[in-house]
């Protein structure tokens, strides 16, 4: 009997698990694209050690979008791998090789984000969860020159 609910519980845990194959995965480039997406799984590939120094918002009507922004002390920005969540209405992003160099942002009148929290992993990655008010649509890229990753909200 012990045995046949072990199975049971084996063969049903990927049930719960993210699956890499049914979700978009793209890199991200250093040029707006204006390419907005639902969900999916993005990255970018760097060796760089970065600190984050700051995290921004601002958008218009006339723009159509909210823009935030995160700057970083490095002229590019670290490797990253983020994930946006239709169904938790939030986008999650890990910086490898990085620290916050900045308190919790305080958002200012925003239509789009509900909340963003750091979480320090290990002392070498650091996670960034963005909360959403309602559905939404992301374009992801970078900047360099200094560093900056800059993710549009419609």
């Given at each position: ?70 700057d970083f002390d ?5 490797k990253i791998y ?73």
């Amino acid at each position: 009997m012990m045995r046949l609910i072990f199975i049971t519980v084996l063969l049903s845990l990927p049930v719960f698990a993210q699956s890499l194959m049914e979700e978009r995965i793209w890199k991200i480039a250093p040029r707006k694209k204006s390419i907005f997406l639902d969900s999916g799984i993005f990255h970018h590939n760097s060796q760089l050690r970065s600190g984050i120094t700051a995290v921004r918002t601002s958008g218009t009507a006339v723009q159509g979008y909210e823009r935030l922004v995160v700057d970083f002390d490095s002229t590019s920005i670290p490797k990253i791998y983020g994930h946006i969540s239709v169904k938790d209405q939030k986008i999650s992003v890990d910086f490898f090789n990085s620290s916050v160099n900045t308190g919790q942002p305080q958002l200012k009148n925003s239509k789009n984000i509900k909340s963003i929290d750091f979480i320090n992993v290990d002392g070498k990655s650091v996670t960034m969860d963005i909360s959403m008010n309602s559905k939404a649509s992301f374009d992801v890229f970078y900047l360099e020159n200094p560093g900056r990753l800059v993710i549009d909200i419609r």
